[in-house]
């Protein structure tokens, strides 16, 4: 199925809150400086654009978010849409963090300041949250999509029931232990990795947020974009916990099992094996597909096949949005801690739930018609 067209007016509505963040964050960025002397923005008007766009979409994905909340305890033959919404959603969040704490040296400076005479501006970190979020496999096609991988028609699906599990299995866990790997070398490039072990962010992400409280209490805090940041960082948090809903200590144990390990010098591809329980999942859907009658092997192959381009596809804004870690380094969460450690660790757990899900793999949560169970037949 794809994305519930009940909500189409919602989406269309963040959709448009996205491009002014774009457009708000781009006209701080390239302002031309204009050699006229009362030319150009003031950090005051960049600074205001920036919070308007930020309101906007703060407004606009709580619509959104609180319909599918609403959707979800209605119609409970959408829960994996409405899911997949919010796994899509909770991307969204993390790249609007990255492209906002772009302006995030702006807010120290004197209000009535030219951008033109800002020294060294706009900085030396790309916009990432157009690609993230419109380019080619973007997030709003995603979420449009859902968990509808019939438009996959392409497949290479073999005729040999255990070489076509053991290809799915082998990729969705070689394709998260490459996403995860790109989070974790990002996530320890930045000059305050020291401030907080990975670990313990993965632990911090995870802690359920109390929504729109949380929201408030934000509100009060200092710094003009270090507010928007935070903010979009606790929705991103917020979703992510309705991802996880009851398996989150398992996610956690997954998730710092995992780093610990990476840390200690480990390879991920072997450790993500063993912490998904592919063998099991390899073993049982051999036995399913192959204990099924032979005129319908050919189908379930072919949707094994799917499912493995599906998590590519699904995996792949992950690299996108783990480019604007680098502006997160410099914006406060609790001072000292920096913003970028806890953004990773949402990316980090977002994988690990996304891919465990694909593969049905236990303590993880149940959206998508995984291996087991597209080996069965569903």
């Known amino acids: 199925m794809a994305f519930p067209q009940i909500l189409a007016p919602q989406l269309a509505l963040v959709e448009a809150a996205a491009r002014g963040v774009i ?30 766009a930020s309101e906007n979409w703060f407004a606009a994905t709580f619509y959104l978010e609180a319909a599918l909340d609403a959707l979800a305890e209605d119609r409970t033959d959408l829960a994996a849409e409405v899911q997949a919404s919010r796994s899509a959603l909770t991307l969204l969040h993390a790249a609007v963090a990255g492209e906002l704490a772009l302006l995030q040296p702006l807010e120290d400076l004197p209000l009535d300041r030219r951008i033109r005479d800002v020294p060294d501006w706009p900085g030396r970190f790309p916009p990432v949250f157009e690609a993230a979020a419109f380019g080619a496999g973007g997030l709003f096609e995603l979420l449009r ?14 005729s040999s ?13 070689f394709e998260s232990a ?55 960082l606790a929705r991103a948090r917020r979703l992510l916990g309705q991802l996880v809903g009851s398996n989150r200590q398992g996610v956690v144990r997954v998730a710092r099992e995992l780093v610990t390990g990476y840390e200690g010098g480990g390879l991920l591809a072997p450790a993500l ?17 192959g204990a099924a009658p032979k005129a319908q092997v050919p ?80």
């Open 178 to 232: 490459r996403r995860a790997s790109g989070v974790l070398v990002a996530a320890g490039l930045g000059p305050l990795a020291h401030l907080l072990p990975f670990s313990e962010a993965v632990r911090l992400a995870l802690e359920p947020v109390a929504g729109q409280a949380t929201e408030w209490a934000l509100d009060k805090l200092s710094g003009r974009i270090s507010r928007l940041v935070r903010r979009a």
């Open 23 to 52: 457009d708000a964050v781009d006209a701080a960025r390239l302002d031309r400086r204009p050699e006229e002397p009362e030319a150009g923005l003031r950090v005051s008007d960049a600074l205001g654009l920036a919070e308007d």
């Open 273 to 289: 094996w063993r912490l998904f329980g592919a063998q099991s999942v390899l073993d049982e859907g051999v036995a399913q597909l």
């Open 145 to 158: 999509g859902g968990t509808d991988d019939d438009a996959l028609h392409e497949s290479n699906a073999t």
């Open 161 to 173: 029931v255990g070489l076509e599990v053991d290809s799915t299995v082998r990729g969705i866990v």
């Open 299 to 378: 189908a379930r192959a072919h949707r094994l096949h799917r499912l493995g381009r599906s998590n590519k596809r699904w995996l792949a804004p992950v690299a996108v949005v783990q480019e604007g870690l680098g502006p997160l380094w410099a914006v406060p969460v609790v001072p000292p801690v920096p913003a970028a450690p806890l953004v990773a660790a949402v990316l980090l757990a977002w994988i690990l739930v996304t891919s465990g899900d694909q593969l049905d793999s236990a303590h993880f949560p149940d959206v998508w018609n995984g291996v087991i169970k597209r080996a069965q037949g569903q």
